[in-house]
């Protein structure tokens, strides 16, 4: 199997502190990597040690086939990025500002930028300077400013930030594009976890540094784990109902009002019935799949999963 990326042992440390602990991950060369966590777990630290903005502490990195040193600039150039907020020259137009880009990273294709600009789709900005783009116009750019000389990896941190709902479509539509047709691989981080399900090959989740899980979105997806969801403004009396008249023990308490119920022989219609006929007021009942965000709040939370 070729492997765009290789981590293997990454460790970061600020002030005697350990932002990012023995780290290993694996990127698949042409898929999407989706890298969650919450803030501050070490996501864009990472990142930024993949494209030498920050130097490890200890562990190897390992790019398109090279090992990651402090004079690796042939690699650094296959790679495109945007780490955190893009900065732009402001008073230039996105025109120029990609212009620059490609004169400093010696890329000389005239047609390019028209053809990126087309891509991310923004539009009737020839003369405007881009500090009167608003924050997904700049998100925009960015990618545009990434993608411009056709990296082999292609590093996006919250890449979707400030975009409308048609945006994240059209910007998830290029991202497997990308990875599809051009070949690139993508390590995308993103808070968006129903984006991430529907374009992300395999997903790392990490916390506090550590890197809990690496998994395949094929292998969470074969869970695909029924449940039914309860919403009651009485869990206390539902719960007894359910445990004691009919005899489901497999269910959780997830806050005050909801209880998802995993018993595969409970039926829907049954549960609503002993609720009506014992008086217990039912907001929602729905059957309901296993999602991402559940996965990755059960691994977040240190509840057992298996994948």
């Given amino acids: 199997m070729t492997y765009t990326v290789n981590i293997n042992g990454l460790t970061k440390t600020f002030q005697g502190k350990e932002v990012v602990s023995n780290v290993n991950m694996h990127i698949r060369k042409g898929e999407i990597y989706g890298f969650l966590g919450p803030n501050g777990a070490g996501k864009t630290t990472v990142m ?30 296959r790679i495109g990025s945007m780490i955190e907020y ?8 996105a025109q120029e500002n990609l212009e620059l880009h490609c004169e400093y990273m010696g890329y000389h294709d005239k047609n390019s930028i028209q053809e990126v600009l087309g891509m991310v789709n923004l539009k009737n900005i020839e003369d405007k300077a881009v500090k009167t783009f608003s924050l997904g116009m700049k998100q925009r ?27 994240i479509k059209e910007i998830r539509h290029l991202f497997q594009v990308l990875s599809k047709e051009y070949g690139m691989t993508l390590l995308i981080s993103s808070h968006m976890l129903s ?55 497999n269910f959780k308490i997830l806050n005050e009002k909801t209880v998802r119920i995993y018993d595969s022989d409970a039926s829907q219609a049954a549960i609503s019935k002993a609720l009506i006929l014992n008086d217990i007021d039912i907001e929602s009942i729905n059957k309901k799949y296993t999602s991402l965000e559940d996965y990755f709040l059960s691994l977040i939370n240190g509840d057992s999963i298996s994948a």
């Fill in 48 to 77: 930024k040690m993949l494209t030498s903005l920050v130097k490890p502490t200890g562990g190897e990195i390992e790019i398109l086939g090279h090992k990651l040193t402090n004079t690796s600039y042939k690699v650094l150039g």
């Fill in 86 to 93: 893009p900065i732009f020259y402001e008073k230039l137009t």
């Fill in 141 to 167: 750019l960015g990618i545009a400013r990434a993608i411009i000389t056709k990296p082999e990896l292609l590093i996006l941190d919250e890449p979707i930030n400030g975009l409308d709902p048609v945006g």
């Fill in 195 to 249: 984006e991430i399900e529907q374009i992300a090959d395999t997903i790392g989740v990490i916390r506090d540094g550590r890197l809990l899980e690496e998994v395949s979105m094929d292998k969470i997806r074969g869970q695909n784990t029924e449940y039914i969801e309860l919403v009651t403004t009485n869990r206390t009396k539902a719960c007894f109902v359910l445990e004691n008249e009919l005899g489901i023990t």
